[in-house]
C-alpha cells in the first residue's frame, strides 16, 4: 500500500486511467477482504508485527501504509479491535493527523473516518482525544485557504467525522459545542472557498440535532449567516451551499425550541419563498419544502397568512410530470468503474478504498439486476416509465408540507 512519487504536481488524467490496478488500491482491496472473510486474530496479528515498526520507523511512505491498513480492516475486525485495541489504535491514528507530512497525516485522517463509521458507539469514548485533533488539523487547514488553495479532500473527511459524532453523541456533545462552533463560524468566512461554507453549515446542522436547545448562546449569529445565504441571489456554482444553509434552517427551526425560533419565523419563511419562486432546481425545492414543515410546526395558524403562496408551489410539485419519462430496456445507464480523482499524491489524500467502495457497490448492483434478469425478460420495450429520484423525493416533501400545514394552520 506504498506508493512513491517522483513529481508532486496534480496527476488528474494519468491516475483516471491506470487507478484500477495500482498496486496500492489492489492491497487495500485484498487486506479489506481478508478482514471480511478471516477471523479477526489471522488479520490483526499479522498486521501488528509489521505496524508496530511502522509507526516507530522513519519512513513516511510506510507510514502511510500503516494507517490505511488500519483503515481498511476496521470493518472487518470492529468487534476485535473494540475489545483488544481501541485504546491503542485511536492514540496513534491521532498521532498520525498530526505528522508533518500530508500524506501521513491524510492516511491518519482516513483511518479515523472509518474507525467513526464501524466503531460506533465505542468510539465516543474517545471523543476526548478525537475530536481535539480534528478541530486543531480543520483549522490549521482552513487557514490556508484563504490564499485560494484548493480544497483538500481532507476537510471532507473531518466534518464527515465530526458529524458522525454529532450523531451518536447526542447530549454527550455539549462539552466540545463551544470549541465546535468558535470552529465553524471561522470556517464561514466569506473569503473562504464557498465548499468550505458549505461543510460548515452542515456540521451546525448536525450539531443542532445533537444538542438541541443547547445551541441557543450561538442561535443569532447562525441566523446572521444564513440570512447572508438566503435572503439574496448567489452565483449558480453556488446553489449548493445556498440549499445547505435551507438544510440547516431546517434543523435549526425543528430543535432549537419554538420559543427562541418564533422572531425569526416570518423573515425566513419569506425568504424560503422567494427562493423557490425565483430559483428552478428540484433539489433547492426539496430542502425548501422541508423548511415549510418545520416553520409550520414553530409558526402554527399564524402559516395561514401564506397558505396563498405556498399551496400552489406545492400542488404544481405534486400533479407535474416533470422527471417522468418512457423507459425502454434499452436505456440501461453505463457507469465506469472508479470515480475520476488522485490517488495517494503528496498533497491529495484520496485512498484506495474510496475507489474499492464504488467498485464494491458496483458488485451488489450486477448481482442485484442477475436475480432480477428473469423478470426484466418478460417485460417489453417501452412498458412503463421512470421518474427520476430527485422529482420523487420532491413530491414526498411537498406532501409532508402540505400534510403538516393542514394540522397546524387551522
Not at 425568504?271 to 433547492?284: A, E, G, H, M, Y
Request: net charge negative; with cysteine.
Amino acid at each position: 500500500m506504498t506508493e512513491v512519487d517522483g513529481e508532486e504536481e496534480d496527476k488528474d488524467n494519468e491516475y483516471d486511467q491506470v487507478k484500477s490496478y495500482k498496486p496500492c488500491i489492489v492491497a487495500a482491496q485484498t487486506l479489506h477482504k481478508l478482514a471480511l472473510h478471516l477471523p479477526p486474530d489471522k488479520v490483526i496479528t499479522p498486521l501488528l508485527q509489521w505496524a508496530d515498526l511502522v509507526f516507530k520507523g522513519s519512513d513516511t511512505r510506510a507510514k502511510q501504509a500503516g494507517y490505511t491498513a488500519l483503515a481498511v480492516v476496521v470493518e472487518g475486525c470492529a468487534e476485535h479491535i473494540r475489545t483488544e485495541y481501541m485504546a491503542t489504535f485511536v492514540q496513534v491514528i491521532c498521532s498520525g493527523v498530526k505528522h508533518p507530512q500530508a500524506h501521513v497525516r491524510n492516511a491518519a485522517l482516513y483511518a479515523i473516518e472509518k474507525f467513526a463509521q464501524y466503531l460506533q458507539p465505542d468510539i465516543d469514548k474517545y471523543a476526548n482525544d478525537i475530536l481535539p485533533t480534528l478541530l486543531e488539523y480543520f483549522s490549521a487547514t482552513v487557514n490556508s485557504l484563504a490564499n485560494g488553495k484548493k480544497v483538500p479532500r481532507s476537510v471532507e473527511r473531518v466534518f464527515d467525522t465530526l458529524e458522525m459524532f454529532c450523531d451518536t453523541m447526542g447530549a454527550k456533545l455539549n462539552p466540545f459545542v463551544p470549541a465546535l462552533m468558535e470552529h465553524l463560524f471561522i470556517a464561514l468566512n466569506p473569503t473562504y472557498p464557498f465548499l468550505v461554507k458549505e461543510l460548515a453549515l452542515s456540521a451546525i446542522g448536525a450539531t443542532a440535532n445533537a444538542v438541541g436547545k443547547a445551541m441557543v448562546p450561538y442561535f443569532g449569529c447562525i441566523m446572521e449567516h444564513l440570512k447572508i445565504y438566503l435572503s439574496g441571489q448567489l452565483p449558480e456554482e453556488e446553489m449548493p451551499l445556498q440549499i445547505q444553509a435551507l438544510d440547516t434552517l431546517e434543523e435549526i427551526a425543528s430543535t432549537i425550541g419554538e420559543e427562541t425560533f418564533r422572531p425569526f419565523a416570518d423573515e425566513y419563511l419569506k425568504f424560503t419563498i422567494n427562493l423557490v419562486q425565483s430559483k428552478d432546481d428540484p433539489n433547492l425545492r426539496i430542502s425548501a419544502y422541508a423548511v415549510f414543515t418545520s416553520l409550520a410546526r414553530v409558526m402554527k395558524e399564524d402559516t395561514a397568512a401564506a397558505l396563498p403562496v405556498i399551496i400552489p408551489l406545492l400542488m404544481k410539485t405534486v400533479e407535474s410530470n416533470e422527471g417522468v419519462t418512457a423507459a425502454t430496456n434499452d436505456d440501461d445507464d453505463e457507469s465506469t468503474l472508479f470515480p475520476a480523482g488522485d490517488l495517494l499524491d503528496d498533497d491529495e489524500d484520496v485512498s484506495p478504498m474510496d475507489y474499492y467502495e464504488d467498485d464494491d457497490e458496483s458488485e451488489d448492483d450486477d448481482e442485484s439486476e442477475d436475480d432480477d434478469e428473469s423478470e426484466d425478460d418478460d417485460e417489453s420495450d417501452g412498458a412503463g416509465c421512470t421518474v427520476e429520484n430527485v422529482y420523487l423525493e420532491e413530491k414526498k416533501e411537498a406532501c409532508f408540507a402540505l400534510r403538516e400545514l393542514a394540522l397546524q394552520a387551522r
